[in-house]
Every structure is written in C-alpha cells, then in structure tokens.
C-alpha cells in the first residue's frame, strides 16, 4: 500500500511520483471522497476511491486488507497533507503491516513542517504537538508540560479556537518566547507573521482576516535557564562522583538542560568544597 501526501493548498504541490502512484492505483482509500474528486479530477485520475476516516478506520482497512490480498495496487490519501500526520491513516498502516503486506510512504505536504521551512527559527529541535485540547482545563495542562521543553512547539489550530488556543500560550509560557503564526499555507491569503509571544493575542484581535483561515503555530524553545535548579544540582552531584568536572558538567547539561557554564562553575565549587572538607 501507498501512503501518498497531497497538497495542504496549491493543487499543483503534488509530486511526480505521488501523481504516478495515484494513476496506478486500483482503489484509492481517502477521507473524504468528494474532497479527493476535486484533487483527482485535477490530474484526470479516476480510480475507485474507498472512504476511510477516523469513524470508521477499522472496518475501511478490513477492506483494504481484502484488496490487497485480491493482489490490487491500494493508495492511501487524507483531505490534506500526510496521511496519519493529525490525519486517519495510522490504524490502517499498522494493520496492513501487521497482514505482511509492504507499506510505501510517498513524501510531500506537511503544514507543519512547510510553516517550519519559512519561520526562521533556529532551534536545534522540533516537537509536533498537532491539535491542543479543546477543552481549557486540559489545553492549559499539555501546555505547561511542554514549558521545560528545549525544542520549537509546533501546533495545528483551527480558527474557531485560534484566539484561545494563543492567549493560553501567551498566558502560560516565558514571555521572552516568539510565535510564528503561519496561516492558508500555499493558498493565496497566506501570511507569515513572527510576532514576541506576548504580542500575538492582540493581533489576532486587531483584524478579523487574523483569525480566518487555517493555521500552523510554532513557539520558539524556552529561554536558556539562569541558575541552577536543586534537580539539575542533584544529578550534577551524583556524576561529580564518579566523573571529572568537566564531563560531570557537560552530561549533567544534557540530561537537566541547564546550561554547561552554569553546571561547570558549580561543579568547581563543589569539588572546592569536598577537597576543603578533606
Ligand atoms: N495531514 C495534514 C498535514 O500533513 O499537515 C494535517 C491535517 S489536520 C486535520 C489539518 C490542520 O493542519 C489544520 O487545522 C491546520 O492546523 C493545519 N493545516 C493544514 N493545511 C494548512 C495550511 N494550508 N495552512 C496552515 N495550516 C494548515
């Protein structure tokens, strides 16, 4: 089975092979099977097409799996982007793999990872969210997990929640953070704005256009920590018995995300300490 990415927008961001795949194909498993019409009678493609979505994954991938053992060339598509990316598809692909069937991923379309490409961030690492919780009691609890997490935040959000979903960053997260509000990528409203966290909720407020559309947000990773937490200051302890300063410093960093001089300085005063002790 063929995994195939679609376009997040512009019909024409589709790749060669996805289009030769799709041509190929006897059946083609999507979504929405109107949705998929519009792109495939883009490309004049017209195999048969079988819904599959997240109401009904189980049952849609048992007929997958007598299609491929009927020896027929199967796709899998969602409404946009990457199938099992914040899409259906994942229960499908595990249980074609599960029959020994060889699953192909085609790469191509991803909100997130087009937002990513064009923000300008540099952060080492990336952690897809997708969508937050709808509920705020719950939202607000995922976000301040992800608080200490050394990495860009990417979410997806949808319009009617965009305006809460950004006060409750903004609320909840270091102020000295950025957000890029990536909105109707490939389409023909899309706007890139990088904004201080602080600022996004009153621009989203300030025009109602802010708020329509599709939208990718990514949070730049926490500001380097000051100071050494009584945690970070624990590890750094029990490696400094068994290890020089220097490499105590450098994996107590790694694994507390403190930063190293902090760590190293400490780790002096530590072994000062011991060595005045006797
Ligand atoms: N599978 C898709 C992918 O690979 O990106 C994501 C599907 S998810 C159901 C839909 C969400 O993705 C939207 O609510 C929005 O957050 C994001 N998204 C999809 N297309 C987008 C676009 N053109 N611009 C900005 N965000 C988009």
């Avoid at 289009?19 to 190929?24: D, G, P, V, W, Y």
């Avoid at 389409?187 to 990088?194: H, S």
Wanted: hydrophobic share 50%; net charge neutral.
């Amino acid at each position: 089975m063929s995994i195939v990415a679609t376009p997040i927008g512009n019909l024409g961001d589709i790749t060669l092979r996805a289009l030769e795949t799709l041509r190929q194909a006897d059946v083609i498993a999507c979504e929405d099977t109107r949705h998929a019409r519009h792109l495939l009678d883009h490309h004049g493609i017209r195999a048969q097409l079988l819904a599959l979505h997240e109401h009904n994954e189980q049952a849609a991938a048992e007929k997958l799996l007598g299609l491929l053992a009927a020896g027929k060339r199967v796709a899998l598509i969602s409404d946009a982007g990457t199938p099992g990316v914040s899409d259906p598809g994942a229960r499908a692909v595990a249980a074609v793999r599960a029959a020994g069937h060889a699953v192909t991923p085609l790469p191509g379309p991803n909100a997130a990872v087009a937002a990513l490409s064009a923000a300008g961030l540099d952060a080492p690492a990336f952690l897809f969210v997708g969508f937050l919780p709808a509920k705020v009691g719950a939202r607000r609890t995922v976000i301040e997990g992800l608080k200490p997490i050394a990495a860009t935040l990417a979410f997806y959000e949808a319009p009617h929640r965009i305006a809460e979903t950004v006060a409750d960053l903004a609320d909840l997260l270091e102020p000295e953070r950025e957000i890029v509000v990536a909105r109707e990528l490939t389409k023909l409203f899309e706007q890139i704005v990088r904004l201080p966290l602080p600022a996004a909720p009153a621009w989203l407020a300030a025009d109602d256009n802010h708020r329509r559309g599709e939208f990718v947000l990514l949070v730049s990773a926490p500001p380097p920590r000051v100071g050494i937490d009584a945690e970070s200051e624990r590890v750094l302890k029990l490696l400094l018995a068994e290890l020089p300063v220097k490499q105590a410093a450098r994996l107590a960093s790694e694994i507390t995300g403190a930063a190293k001089n902090e760590l190293y300085r400490k780790a002096l005063e530590i072994r000062a300490a011991t060595a005045g002790g006797g």
